[in-house]
């Protein structure tokens, strides 16, 4: 009877990935005036995870086996996405499955994939307009998605977490603008309220965000966000 009351899982961890080729390439980019894509030449879902990408898996994996114990792994089907879970699977040790989940998979930049801030000017210029006139929360560039788009693949993954995971603690491991995205949902975010987050602070890679689930509020709170076990160089 008490988990036909509860209507959400008792812990939800969301992890964006380790650290992926793409991530590097793009912070490459970022320091070039004259880079205008990072895309190395893959489909962004066959990205793998660098070395320090692995490393913060395996050590965000030690890290979550000392915290809890999980009934389910919900993956992005994107590369970097499943690498990540099953290096954070092999520190944990009981050895849920690992699901793999196309509602979490990354945002699909459609035309502009790949593409650095200034090759997107060069090459789309009237796309670049577009982009700055409606802003980042809503612009969908041809071929691609925006984030409500995003939203709407997100929320149907929540459906089946209140329908088949009531009381069981869960593992999802995923994309920058999936977390954010999750955050918007479970805390009824406004445009400006996502913008302002996403504004203040990066989603790490392997960082961790937390909620539990408050019987007397019977609902999800926040235990945490963006929070790394992992020593951060950079």
């Known amino acids: 009877m008490k988990n036909k009351e509860q209507k959400w899982p008792s812990h939800i961890v969301?992890?964006?990935?380790?650290?992926?080729?793409?991530?590097?390439?793009?912070?490459?980019?970022?320091?070039?005036?004259?880079?205008h894509s990072f895309?190395?030449?893959?489909?962004?879902?066959?990205?793998?995870?660098?070395?320090?990408?692995?490393?913060?898996a395996r050590e965000t994996g030690t890290a979550l086996a000392k915290r809890r114990r999980f009934d389910t792994v919900f993956s992005s089907p994107y590369k970097r996405a499943f690498q990540t879970a099953?290096?954070?699977?092999?520190?944990?040790?009981?050895?849920?499955?690992?699901?793999?989940?196309?509602?979490?998979?990354?945002?699909?930049?459609?035309?502009?994939?790949g593409?650095?801030?200034?090759?997107?000017?060069?090459r789309y210029p009237e796309e670049a307009s577009r982009r700055e006139r409606e802003g980042k929360?809503?612009?969908?560039?041809?071929?691609?998605?925006?984030?409500p788009d995003v939203a709407l693949r997100v929320h149907s993954f929540l459906g089946t977490l209140t329908r088949d995971y009531r009381g069981k603690n869960v593992l999802i491991v995923c994309h920058s603008v999936v977390v954010l995205i999750f955050r918007r949902l479970?805390?009824?975010?406004?445009?400006?309220?996502?913008?302002?987050?996403?504004?203040?602070?990066?989603?790490?890679?392997?960082?961790?965000?937390?909620?539990?689930?408050?019987?007397?509020a019977r609902k999800l709170a926040l235990d945490c966000y963006n929070k790394i076990h992992y020593r951060n160089d950079s």
């Open 14 to 35: 969301i992890v964006r990935h380790g650290e992926s080729e793409r991530n590097a390439a793009k912070d490459r980019a970022k320091r070039s005036a004259s880079a």
């Open 86 to 113: 099953e290096c954070i699977l092999a520190g944990l040790k009981h050895k849920p499955p690992i699901v793999l989940e196309e509602r979490i998979r990354e945002i699909e930049f459609g035309i502009l994939d």
């Open 39 to 56: 895309g190395l030449g893959l489909r962004d879902m066959d990205t793998p995870l660098t070395k320090r990408g692995l490393e913060q």
């Open 137 to 147: 929360y809503w612009y969908r560039p041809p071929g691609g998605e925006s984030r």
């Open 186 to 216: 479970l805390e009824r975010w406004t445009e400006d309220q996502y913008l302002r987050v996403d504004r203040e602070e990066d989603v790490l890679n392997c960082a961790v965000t937390a909620y539990r689930y408050e019987r007397r």
């Open 115 to 122: 593409l650095a801030k200034e090759g997107i000017k060069k």
